[in-house]
């Protein structure tokens, strides 16, 4: 699967279920029918969203983790903590759950934000403030994390 992309803002309804950006439909398609993961984030108040397949390799990877290391159990437990199965209902929409939305504070309107291969849900006031408060530091974190790759030549 491709990085996904866009910002879309959303309603949720009184019992949690958010439509899915038609946009985030269309990046999607291939892989709607296999559902997806939903689980809160663990560097910030929001939700994610993994498509099962992206969900299980992810997996993969923390099963790997030795389970006779106690802080490798606690990872697992925290990291797995909220996840649950999520499908579109007949008219494109998915559920937050009750004990998610309170978690991260989502009431009625939503940011859906891509975010690589995963799609993250966030209440509309706490992701404004979010990128309010993480723009001045953005050139740093650039330069950070990118500042040391070296361009591959083009072909």
Do not use: H
Not at 20 to 28: D, G
Not at 95 to 107: E, F, P, R, Y
Not at 125 to 134: L, N, R
């Amino acid at each position: 699967m491709n990085s996904l992309f866009g910002v879309y803002e959303c309603n949720a309804d009184a019992k949690g279920r958010v439509m899915l950006p038609i946009a985030f439909k269309k990046q999607l398609t291939s892989v709607l029918d296999a559902g997806f993961v939903m689980k809160r984030s663990i560097f910030s108040k929001s939700l994610e969203l993994y498509p099962m397949a992206t969900w299980n390799e992810m997996v993969k990877e923390v099963n790997k983790l030795n389970k006779f290391v106690k802080k490798n159990v606690e990872f697992i437990r925290m990291f797995n903590y909220g996840a649950v199965p999520v499908e579109l209902d007949s008219t494109g929409r998915l559920l937050i759950s009750k004990d998610l939305m309170a978690l991260t504070g989502i009431k009625k309107n939503v940011v859906m934000a891509a975010a690589g291969d995963r799609i993250e849900i966030w209440d509309k006031k706490a992701y404004d403030k979010f990128i309010k408060d993480s723009a001045n530091d953005f050139e740093k974190l650039a330069e950070d994390v990118m500042g040391g790759i070296t361009p591959t030549p083009s072909e």
